[in-house]
């Protein structure tokens, strides 16, 4: 299949496998099109994002304050015990397992 960008030159030439990814993508399924695309690494917003959720609703499931969730989100250092709290509700939501070195920018102490 020969795919035809109008604002540029170049011509992509994509299998099967290429296809299928670009229409689970284009039909919602962000994970799958960051995997194919971008690598399988997200940043936490994206993961809310993903979730359908907004940090307030992450913070009330995960039993942390919303200033802990928001701060977590934009990298400030975070205790691993509510990286590990959030992951949990995340990965409740979206249905698959999600560890901490799945998700980029996480600022954790040692």
Do not use: W
């Amino acid at each position: 299949m020969r795919f035809y960008a109008p604002e540029c030159t170049t011509t992509f030439i994509f299998d099967k496998a290429q296809r299928l990814m670009l229409i689970l993508a284009k039909q919602g399924s962000y994970f799958l099109y960051r995997c194919f695309v971008g690598g399988a690494a997200m940043t936490l917003a994206e993961l809310i994002e993903e979730a359908l959720m907004t940090n307030t609703d992450v913070a009330a499931e995960a039993g942390l304050s919303v200033g802990t969730v928001s701060r977590m989100v934009n990298g400030h250092p975070t205790s691993r015990l509510s990286v590990r709290k959030v992951l949990s509700v995340l990965s409740r939501k979206l249905g698959r397992k999600i560890e901490m070195g799945d998700v980029e920018g996480l600022n954790i102490p040692d």
